[in-house]
């Protein structure tokens, strides 16, 4: 499995961005792809997830409301809109897959990562 992620830059607090993730190489049907993000100097902490037997959702409670995850089957791409955006919300966002249908936002149950892209909230 290779995922690519993309979107990532530098934006004000209160400011929006859309990452994206593109995927292939998935042999089964259901499985799900999560957000993951880093800070300097913390451990990787799931953001979200979606999974593809039903497009169902999960957020971390610090990002509900305000991020959300979708996905566009055609295009074999997960997006992550984020508004609102919070100094907080700074880290590199990786995407991740795992080969069960089941959401989770523990990042050891998932397999495959993409490098990350640099999100950066600052005025």
């Known amino acids: 499995v290779h995922l690519v992620e993309s979107g990532g830059g530098l934006v004000q607090p209160g400011g929006s961005l859309t990452l994206s993730c593109t995927f292939s190489g998935f042999t089964l049907e259901y499985y799900a792809i999560g957000w993951f993000r880093q800070a300097p100097g913390t451990e990787r902490e799931g953001v979200s997830c979606?999974?593809?037997?039903?497009?169902?959702?999960e957020y971390v409670d610090s990002v509900k409301g305000r991020f959300n995850i979708t996905r566009d089957n055609a295009k074999n791409t997960v997006y992550l809109q984020m508004n609102n955006l919070k100094p907080e919300d700074t880290g590199v966002y990786y995407c991740a897959s795992r080969s069960f249908f089941r959401c989770d936002l523990r990042a050891d149950v998932f397999g495959s990562w993409g490098q990350g892209t640099q999100v950066t909230v600052s005025s």
């Open positions: 979606i999974r593809t037997v039903d497009d169902s959702t």
